[in-house]
């Protein structure tokens, strides 16, 4: 059973910077899989954030964060890390981590599809 777990969300002023982290465990995690992240606000649906591929050379971002955020990951501790900077009460969501399939190669990396592990979510609050 492969686990996720988010920490580092809390309540920041706009402006602010938080950085959130994923810890992978489980006997069949490998980190040989896109790792990403997506967030969801009250009453909205789930939306893609950013994610990056296995071996961290390649990350996608939503337009939305693009340029404020930064996504990376430390393979040898299965842990991904979400940087955010200039945070705006928009980004206010609760945050969930979430993992493919060793190997996986497809497109809709950007989606939910993509993705058959998620955590539980941790919540960012961006004051105004």
């Known amino acids: 059973q492969v686990q996720l777990v988010e920490s580092g969300g809390g309540l920041v002023q706009a402006g602010g910077s938080l950085r959130l982290s994923c810890a992978a465990s489980?006997?069949?995690?490998?980190?040989?899989?896109?790792m990403g992240w997506f967030h969801q606000a009250p009453g909205k649906e789930r939306e893609f954030v950013a994610t990056?591929?296995?071996?961290?050379?390649?990350?996608y971002y939503a337009d939305s964060v693009k340029g404020r955020c930064t996504i990376s990951r430390d393979s040898t501790k299965n842990t991904v890390f979400l940087q955010m900077n200039s945070l705006k009460p928009e980004d206010t969501a609760v945050y969930h981590c979430a993992a493919t399939f060793p190997g996986y190669s497809g497109t809709y990396y950007r989606t939910q599809l993509a993705y058959n592990y998620w955590g539980q979510g941790t919540q960012v609050t961006v004051s105004s």
């Open positions: 990056i591929n296995s071996s961290g050379g390649n990350t």
């Open positions: 489980g006997r069949t995690f490998s980190s040989s899989g896109f």
